[in-house]
């Protein structure tokens, strides 16, 4: 049946006998795909624009840091503000299985507070941390030349920096070598080791690309911070959730520091888990309401298709008749108008997908280098087109059923009768 030449002529003389409504009718079948493939592909770009914040990122890590209190507990009065210190760091290692590496850290300035830094006649302002080398295995740091923080730079506090690309470019000339060189932060020397690149992209790329990081140990003791810590970064075991090893890392820091433990407020936590989990969520409810709406805008169009094969079963009514008389069987009946209903969908459907997916490509082409903030790289994977191609399929062939079974219906003697 599908590779008889004659059936395919058929059709053909079918569909171009009345060229206007086979085109309004596959205009719709065209539309329903197209918007169908252009909603799926918006969604994946604003899904990847917004979870690009968290590449270079462990997803089973958590950050802490200290707030004011807000509840009276073991006779202290609220508001009252503490800091972290190392010795929470050794107990929080100590004491809790569930957590895999804890890297203190510390900002000169505070958060967000950019500093001066001077290099020879030339100065400009970066934001300046006290880090671990452990931070490395939370959060990506893509060297360009050098080395990163090490063991031996925290035991021997090292006045040593790895800056980003940013910080060369204000501070350097364009091809000078920034290995060996030092740079004065707030009047003390740091000689640089390593220059790295903004890792992901969004707000991370471009903090690491403008910040300068030094040893915890020397920025501790260069700024007069003592056993301070800023804030932590921490890294659930594995087959620990984080949700479950901050809790667990929460209280034991709430203890330590006589805070009431039902005060929300005494600890500020961030948990990539938990966000990751809410937008991944949030993207697969709108994944789910496009597929719901895109099938049904192309359900339309299919509803569209059986309905103008209604009407051409109504005006073959003789000639059905008369392949009925000379003893065609009903399947060839059915097949017929089942394949002639499948290739207007998959005609029209086709050239719907591949629109689609060239004006997805266009966009994406027309995008800033590196993807705009919010919306990178809209597209839909193979598996998505096969998807939509096959429910393109399937849904031909039933359009097709409702009039091949009207036509199996009309009696041949019937048939011969009508004018």
Known sequence: MIFDLDNWQEIGAAMSKNKLRTALTAFGVFWGIFMLVIMLGSGAGLRNGVLQEFNGTATNSFFMWTQTTSKPYKGLQPNRHFDFTLDDAAALKQNLSELKIVAPMNQLGGYESPNNVVRGLKTAAFSVYGIHPDLAKIQQFNLINGRFINDLDIRDRRKVAVVGDKVLEKLFAVGENPIGQYIKVNGV??????????????????????????????????????????????????????????????????????????????????????????????FMGIEMLVWFVGIGTLMAGIIG???????????????????????????????????????????????????????????????????????????????????????????????????????????????????
């Not at 140990?217 to 003592?226: E, R, Y």
């Open 189 to 282: 020397n740091f000689m640089i080791t390593g220059t790295l690149h903004g890792s992901g992209k969004g707000d991370q790329a471009r903090e690491q690309a403008g910040s300068i990081y030094l040893p915890f140990t020397a920025f501790s003791q260069a700024f007069n911070m003592g056993k301070r810590v800023g804030w932590f970064s921490i890294m659930s075991a594995e087959n620990v959730l984080a949700s479950v090893a901050e809790e667990k890392a929460m209280a034991l820091l709430k203890d330590r520091h006589k805070v009431a433990p039902d005060d929300a407020r005494a600890i500020g936590h961030w948990n990539m888990e938990v966000e990751f989990k809410k937008l991944s969520g949030l």
């Open 305 to 419: 298709v059986s309905n103008i094969m209604l009407i051409v079963v109504k005006e073959r009514t003789r000639e059905i008749g008369v392949r009925r008389a000379i003893g065609a069987p009903p399947s060839a009946i059915v097949s017929q108008l089942i394949l002639e209903s499948i290739t207007l969908t998959a005609v029209a459907g086709y050239a719907g997908l591949v629109f689609g997916i060239g004006l997805l490509e266009l966009v994406d082409r027309s995008l800033p280098p590196g993807g705009a903030t919010m919306f990178v790289h809209p597209g839909v994977d193979l598996t998505v087109a096969l998807k939509a191609l096959g429910i393109l399929i399937f849904s031909g062939a039933l359009a097709g059923l409702i009039p091949a079974q009207r036509a199996l219906e009309i009696s041949p003697v019937e048939a011969l009768r009508t004018e």
